[in-house]
């Protein structure tokens, strides 16, 4: 059972404190490890909790203490990381943070189909780092900017970080605070509202990748200092220190190329997937194991460890169970939604038609933009109904993003 307790200590002068949860872990055929972790649920707050709080304001007083605290990449980090708070408690504003704040991972597949083993195994086999990269890319990254695009995306980010570089070189960070609270919250609704139209949606979504890898960068120099800390006042052995660091860390690369996209493994739900498998922990267990035996270094991945390929196909195996859950999840809402709906309108029609109507009122969605009432993005067609009269049609549509299901009522003639 999880313990939760408090964590002091120093660095370069600053007291730090943590919120941390403790678990010992029994891995077959493998020695017992300690696992500590920061809460996920508590990093959905929109002002940040202390934990969030202390590994940006650590970060920042390191910066400061090496004279950068100022220069134009240093601003730029804080602003993004300052950031990641707003839009991580806004869990319908964009895909890209579903990852970390879907706080149960709901039925889980207890195993995967033999033919996505296979295929998940091949890419191990051979070492293909890219093609691991693209595999986790769906799950860590989402959509990438196309090459041409790019410019046009830069030059809209500079306007918008010039614009909190100002806030901060007026007022400090509390005035940075109040910018992005208030400007940047209304500047992302803006982008995301902008009906079918792709791009300004992507950008926004861009800007909340980029906060997320700042953030995730502080949180890992954090546990930098708590692992440390962590073994000094647990004694804790290797392969303890060895998972902390795979858990916590973003330096995890064969070849220079980190595959895991700087995801902390620690911040998704694939961790807890992992830790609740008996197949993935003794995945876990044979590597650790391994790299006690070949003598390596705690935070050092040897690119020839079999076993550590073994753990990656395993990683990727939880990420698509992870998926596959999140989608069934967000299935059965949209079902259970449009079930309410039927009970309220007894002849609206939920399954897929071929019938001009259902093109009618799908075609109705998309010429008016409509869009979601709470995060903005494009909806889609679920169902339909008709008065007595039939002079009215009552449309369900669900979100793209959030999946939130609605209603919207118009004349017959509008839907024609």
């Known amino acids: ?83 990641y708070p707003i839009i991580n408690a806004n869990r319908g504003q964009q895909k890209l943070f579903s990852d970390a704040c879907v706080g149960r991972t709901g039925k889980l597949i207890n ?3 033999h033919s996505e083993w296979q295929r998940l195994r091949s890419m191990t086999l051979q070492r293909d780092v890219e093609a691991i990269r693209n595999e986790l890319n769906e799950i860590f990254v989402g959509e990438l900017l196309e090459e041409k695009l790019r410019p046009n995306f830069q030059k809209a980010y500079e306007i918008w970080m010039a614009k909190a570089f100002e806030a901060l070189s007026r007022s400090g960070r509390p005035g940075l605070h109040d910018f992005l609270k208030t400007d940047v919250a209304d ?30 960068t502080m949180y890992a120099n954090a546990w930098s200092f708590i692992t440390p800390e962590l073994q000094q006042q647990f004694q804790l052995n290797n392969s303890s220190l ?11 690369s064969v070849n220079e190329v980190n595959i895991f996209w700087g995801q902390v493994l620690a911040l998704h ?49 939880a990420a698509r169970q992870y998926m596959w859950a ?27 038609q071929s019938d001009s109507t259902e093109i009618a009122c799908a075609a109705y969605l998309k010429e008016h933009l409509v869009t979601c009432a709470s995060c903005r993005s494009p909806v889609r067609y679920v169902g339909h109904s008709l008065n007595a009269s039939a002079k009215f049609i009552r449309i369900a549509y669900a979100c793209t993003n959030c999946d939130q299901v609605d209603e919207k009522e118009i004349e017959s003639d509008e839907a024609a």
């Not at 010992?24 to 696992?35: F, Q, S, V």
């Not at 509202?193 to 906060?211: C, H, S, T, V, W």
């Not at 060895?242 to 995890?252: N, P, V, W, Y």
């Not at 079930?339 to 309108?345: F, H, P, V």
């Open 1 to 83: 059972m999880a313990r939760q307790f408090r964590l002091g200590f120093g660095v370069e002068g600053k007291a730090c404190s943590f919120n941390l949860c403790r678990e010992t872990k029994r891995l077959p055929g493998a020695c017992d490890i300690e696992y500590f972790w920061m809460d996920r649920s508590s990093l959905r707050s929109r002002q940040g909790d202390s934990n969030m709080r202390m590994c940006i304001d650590l970060w920042w007083h390191q910066t400061c203490g090496r004279r950068l605290g100022y220069d134009r990449e240093s601003m730029e980090w804080l602003v993004l990381a300052e950031l």
């Open 111 to 113: 195993e995967l189909p």
């Open 187 to 216: 500047f992302m609704n803006k982008y995301i509202k902008r009906g079918n139209n792709d791009r300004p949606r992507l950008f926004a979504n861009m800007i909340a990748y980029e906060a997320k890898v700042a953030f995730y």
């Open 242 to 252: 060895r998972f902390l660091s795979l858990a916590h860390g973003q330096s995890d």
């Open 269 to 317: 739900p694939v961790i807890t997937i992992i830790l609740r498998s008996d197949v993935h922990l003794q995945t876990l267990g044979k590597w650790l194991a391994s790299a006690e035996a070949a003598g390596d270094t705690i935070d050092c991945i040897s690119p020839d460890n079999a076993e550590y390929w073994d753990l990656v196909a395993t990683i990727m195996a």
């Open 326 to 352: 999140r989608s069934q999840k967000n299935g059965s809402r949209i079902k259970s939604a449009v079930q309410k709906l039927n009970a309220k309108q007894p002849t609206m029609n939920s399954e897929p």
